[in-house]
C-alpha cells in the first residue's frame, strides 16, 4: 500500500521493507538535526537517514502510479464472457466515481470473488515482474 506522502524501500540487504515519510526523507537529504524529537520520531529519522546513506542497500517499490489499477478494473471488465455484464461494468468505470459504482455493480452482479481472485492475481504478476526486474528472488 502506497500513500502520497510517503515512499516504500525494500531493503535488499535484510529484506525489510520500509515506509518513509517525504518529510523524513527531505529532513534526512539536509542532514537536518532529529535529536530533539520525539522518540518515535528519531527512529523514523534513523531509517531515513540509513536511506540517504545507504541509497544502493534499498529498492523503491512502485507507486501506486505504477500499479495501474483503473487498468486491472477495466482488463476485468474486458475479461467477462457474459456480454450483458461486461457492458454494464464497462459503463459503471466511466467518468468521476469509476472505483465507487465498478464495487457496487460487481456486488449486485454477484462478482466480487471472481473481480477480487482476478485483481489478487494482476498483482501477484506486477510483484513477480518487480522482484525479476530487480533480481529478486521470490516464493509463489
Known sequence: ?????????????????????????????????????????????????????NFDNYIELPTKYEVNEYEIMENFCLSVSDDRK??????????KGAFRRFKDKIIDLDMEEQWYLFRDDCFKQIAIQWCQEHKINFIE
Do not use: Y
Open 86 to 95: 461486461q457492458e454494464s461494468l464497462l459503463r459503471a468505470i466511466k467518468g
Open 1 to 53: 500500500m502506497q500513500f502520497e506522502e510517503s515512499h516504500s524501500f525494500l531493503n535488499n540487504k535484510t529484506g525489510e521493507i520500509v515506509l518513509i515519510s517525504c518529510e523524513d526523507l527531505s529532513a534526512a537529504e539536509d542532514e537536518e538535526p532529529f535529536e530533539d524529537l520525539p522518540e518515535w520520531e528519531q527512529e523514523n529519522r534513523l531509517v531515513a537517514n540509513d536511506v540517504v546513506e
